[in-house]
T-cell receptor, first 113, second 112 residues
Framework: DVKVTQSSRYLVKRTGEKVFLECVQD?????MFWYRQDPGLGLRLIYF???????EKGDIPEGYSVSREKKERFSLILESASTNQTSMYLC????????????FGPGTRLTVL | LAKTTQPISMDSYEGQEVNITCSHN???????ITWYQQFPSQGPRFIIQ???TKVTNEVASLFIPADRKSSTLSLPRVSLSDTAVYYC?????????????FGKGTRLHILP
């Protein structure tokens, strides 16, 4: 079974703090994704990566950056957290690109005060 | 990237068959149709994927007409545990730059 783990289930940070959300997958998948999910807005893609050190912007990259130094790990960084970044963050991985099956982690609920 | 349209919400009763239809009028030749299910406080999980006609697995069936401009996810004899959000996605499996758009999905509520 594919396992995607995220570093925290719940996280509370203050405005202006730098926040790191970590995601690790154990199936040697090429592609990794970061989404955020907000009530009424569905899942929105922030960034994705199809190879180590590669990254592509999704639909809402503003205020975020990512890092992929190793194949199994994809980090989402909030350089200076703001209250409008309070959300559920979901990481996913897939073997191939496009609509190949994505496997999701349990999510991190981030609250920025 | 083909855009999809699906109902915002649906209600049904335990034991009934539920059909959720998704419209994707500008689907491309290489596009596949994929459905995900999401329970509260969990990430989405893959249910079924198809290209044309009919696909069936242990969870659901997917019906795709010849013109492929729509698809229908069919859940047989639903139970309360099928209450979830269902997402329809369309895209090219071979194009790694083809960004998946989950949208808002269909919120299915199963009543006892």
């Amino acid at each position: 079974d594919v396992k995607v783990t995220q570093s925290s289930r719940y996280l509370v940070k203050r405005t202006g703090e730098k926040v790191f959300l970590e995601c690790v997958q154990d199936m040697d998948h090429e592609n990794m994704f970061w989404y955020r999910q907000d009530p009424g807005l569905g899942l929105r893609l922030i960034y994705f990566s199809y190879d180590v050190k590669m990254k592509e912007k999704g639909d809402i990259p503003e205020g975020y950056s990512v890092s992929r130094e190793k194949k199994e790990r994809f980090s989402l960084i909030l350089e200076s957290a703001s209250t409008n970044q309070t959300s559920m963050y979901l990481c996913a991985s897939s073997l191939a690109g496009g609509v190949d099956t994505q496997y999701f982690g349990p999510g991190t609920r981030l609250t920025v005060l | 990237l083909a855009k999809t349209t699906q109902p915002i919400s649906m209600d049904s009763y335990e034991g009934q068959e539920v059909n959720i239809t998704c419209s994707h009028n500008n689907i491309a030749t290489n596009d596949y149709i994929t459905w995900y299910q999401q329970f509260p406080s969990q990430g989405p999980r893959f249910i079924i994927q198809g290209y044309k006609t009919k696909v069936t697995n242990e969870v659901a069936s997917l019906f795709i007409p010849a013109d492929r401009k729509s698809s229908t996810l069919s859940l047989p004899r639903v139970s309360l545990s099928d209450t979830a959000v269902y997402y329809c996605l369309v895209g090219d499996m071979r194009d790694r730059d083809d960004k998946i758009i989950f949208g808002k999905g269909t919120r299915l509520h199963i009543l006892p």
